[in-house]
């Protein structure tokens, strides 16, 4: 069942969406050569409980970090630890804040000094195909519009969409209905409604399209070991199309 919003709802998740911008803002500041991912969680946890949130990875289904931290091809699902970024490495960064009851969720890929050109591409290729997706958010449009552009941006610049993991309603759980894969054909599944909120995370390869996870059971990587990105928002739909709540 997808649970639309009432105002007093968003109210609270535009707050919780605040943080999470606050906190990768934040976390900006200390992504440079040498730090560790470890490091940067524990940046991550303190900043958002400062800001009287607690991190909804933390402990989410036995998940030891407050973000997930997933570099080069790692996809997602990454834990942090004793890894080093190194200078020309790229990571993908997940956070998530739980304010009042209700979740933020946003993902972002970041440059680890200087990158090579391919990466580069890569990155502006994920984050502009998930605006593209977020052009088709609007009242009244079928939900896999999003997904239809999405992959249709991505793959028309030589890029592969992952499949096996999707975006997802956001609320009081950090996963909702509905789930949104970030590909398929377009006029599919449920009209969107004012009062839905929605993370759309889409998440591209440089090369094939497949994933495996780790023994760790956790870190997902690309099965070719070409380098991968990600990119998300949480959205509420409006009377006239969308709001991103996951902004400062």
Same mark, same amino acid.
């Given at each position: ?15 919780? #969406? ?46 030891? #970090? ?11 699902? #990454? ?53 593209? #997706? ?5 009242? %009244? ?99 006239? %199309? ?7």
């Amino acid at each position: 069942m997808i649970i639309c919003k009432t105002p007093r709802e968003l109210d609270i998740m535009r707050e919780a #969406g605040r943080i999470v911008a606050l906190t990768h803002q934040e976390l900006k500041k200390h992504i440079v050569p040498g730090i560790t991912t470890r490091e940067l969680d524990d940046i991550a946890d303190q900043f958002i409980r400062k800001h009287d949130a607690i991190p909804s990875f933390k402990g989410y289904n036995g998940f030891r #970090g407050s973000i997930c931290a997933s570099v080069n091809d790692e996809l997602v699902h #990454g834990i942090p630890g004793d890894r080093v970024l190194n200078n020309g490495d790229i990571i993908s960064i997940d956070i998530g804040a739980k304010y009042n009851g209700y979740h933020g969720d946003s993902a972002w890929t970041y440059a680890i000094g200087q990158i090579n050109e391919e990466s580069q591409r890569l990155m502006d290729v994920t984050e502009e195909s998930l605006y593209k #997706g977020l052009e088709e958010a609007k009242p %009244g449009e079928r939900l896999s519009n999003i997904s239809h552009a999405i992959q249709t941006y991505a793959e028309s610049n030589g890029f592969s969409i992952v499949r096996e993991y999707v975006g997802h309603g956001v609320g009081q759980d950090l996963h909702e209905d509905p789930q949104i894969p970030h590909y398929g054909p377009p006029n599919r599944g449920p009209r969107l409604k004012p009062g839905m909120v929605l993370a759309i995370e889409p998440m591209v390869n440089a090369g094939s399209r497949y994933v495996k996870t780790l023994t760790d059971n956790w870190t997902v990587v690309t099965v070719d070991g070409k380098r991968c990105a990600h990119f998300e928002h949480t959205i509420a739909i409006t009377e006239s %199309g969308y709001e991103i709540l996951t902004k400062a």
